[in-house]
């Protein structure tokens, strides 16, 4: 049985999920914004119609907003996770197997749903996740990952399509790729995209039709391998196992500029913390952290200033006291007086899986501390997943928070706050 890849493309996604909590939201313009609120991330339908680009800087649409009344958004990325978890459940009942791809996104793997037909069944599956999650979302169906991306492009924009595009006929396959710009196809940026054009091929028609010789020898297997996709050959399977991260890193700008050495410590000491949590998610160890800090390189009323420190730890250790205390350790090298800084940030290095680890020759092993420790981080991750982040936290995080992000616009954590819970009357 030749293969047959779904792709689901939540619409919209981060808006939409303002608009599951708040009906109010429905037909008319909404954006969504980046960390600081300073850039456009998320658009509804209605608000690209008044020409807000994606990426556009907030202060340079402010007066479409104003104008036409669009409801703004600073970003709620615990509601965003948490929504994307119901989806991501909602659509593993449908497929024996399947990719989580973003946040917004996943390939399913439809090869082995027998005695149905692909279109209606994807049409259940959109109803289903719609009734159960409150999120519209688009299907692509197509033997391969390429014409899946592809086919859900056309499925989201062509409104005859009602959400659900099947390309596996050939036919349709050659019709439709001579109108895809080159650029668009999956995995082919602009770069890319402008040498496949000195070289004649400017749709993915014709990538298609190219001798996959020439290709490979010219532009690589990577582009060889796309070639075959849009022919309809599998060349990427689906990706069910999430690799480790080598390296984990935790940074945000400031909402307001930080010139204390306490603010800093405390931006810095939450960095790490999240970063250790992430650590623990992955089942692995970090052998050394680096601290980095900077003013903002953007403007010239002031200093400009970067440093970084790095320091290794005598065990590997996913314990966040211990990372907390290298990377104030850190901070303390490299921080001055003086400066208006803009980011703060630790990257976690030299991650290995837990087990038996090779300490330095003068650190002496402790089993059951580091018992007690694992017992403690256990202990701390099941209650914050429970209760909320930031729960139970470490007092060298501080409660300031003058350091945190602007968020003027946030809505309610109406999936993970018992406070924030809708109510019905």
């Not at 990372?323 to 803009?342: N, P, S, T």
């Not at 954590?413 to 009357?425: E, I």
Request: proline share 5%.
């Amino acid at each position: 049985m030749p293969p047959s890849f779904a792709l689901v493309d939540c619409n919209n996604f981060y808006v939409s999920c303002e608009r599951v909590f708040d009906p109010s939201l429905r037909r008319v313009p909404v954006i969504v914004l980046s960390n600081n609120d300073g850039c456009v991330i998320a658009r509804s339908e209605e608000s690209k119609a008044l020409g807000i680009s994606m990426g556009a800087p907030f202060h340079e649409v402010r007066g479409i907003v104003h104008r036409h009344g669009v409801r703004v958004f600073s970003s709620n990325f615990p509601l965003y996770g948490d929504m994307s978890r119901r989806v991501m459940a909602t659509l593993a009942d449908f497929t024996p197997s399947m990719e989580i791809y973003s946040i917004d996104e996943a390939f399913l793997d439809l090869s082995g749903v027998p005695g149905k037909d692909l279109a209606d069944y994807a049409r259940c599956i959109r109803e289903t996740v719609f009734k159960w999650t409150g999120i519209p979302v688009s299907i692509g169906i197509a033997p391969t990952k390429t014409l899946a991306k592809i086919a859900n492009r056309i499925a989201k924009k062509d409104a005859k399509q009602d959400g659900v595009f099947d390309m596996r006929n050939p036919a349709i396959q050659g019709e439709i790729l001579h109108r895809i710009a080159i650029e668009d196809v999956w995995g082919i940026a602009g770069r890319l995209g402008r040498r496949l054009r000195e070289a004649g091929i400017d749709t993915a028609g014709r990538l298609r039709e190219a001798d996959l010789s020439f290709l490979r020898r010219r532009f690589g297997v990577v582009i060889a391998r796309i070639c075959q996709e849009l022919k309809g050959i599998s060349c990427l399977p689906l990706d069910r196992v999430e690799t480790p991260r080598k390296q984990i890193l935790a940074s945000r700008a400031f909402g307001t500029r930080i010139t204390e050495y306490q603010d800093m410590a405390e931006a810095v000491a939450s960095h790490a913390a999240r970063a250790a949590e992430r650590l623990r998610g992955q089942g692995s160890v970090a052998g050394a952290v680096m601290t980095f800090i900077r003013t903002s390189p953007f403007t010239s009323r002031d200093a400009w200033y970067q440093n970084t420190a790095l320091v290794s730890l005598p065990c590997p250790s996913q314990d966040t006291a211990i990372l907390i205390g290298a990377a104030l350790a850190g901070l303390k090298r490299i921080f001055r007086k003086g400066y208006r800084y803009q980011k703060a940030g630790i990257l976690l290095l030299d991650l290995a899986q837990c087990g038996p680890t090779q300490g330095d020759l003068f650190t002496r092993s402790d089993p059951a501390r580091e018992e007690r420790s694992r017992r403690l981080m256990r202990t701390m991750d099941a209650i914050n997943r429970r209760m909320g982040r930031g729960t139970v936290f470490h007092a060298a995080q501080g409660v300031s928070g003058r350091w945190r992000m602007k968020a003027g616009n946030l809505s309610p954590a109406y999936t993970t706050r018992w406070s924030d819970l809708p109510q019905a009357r």
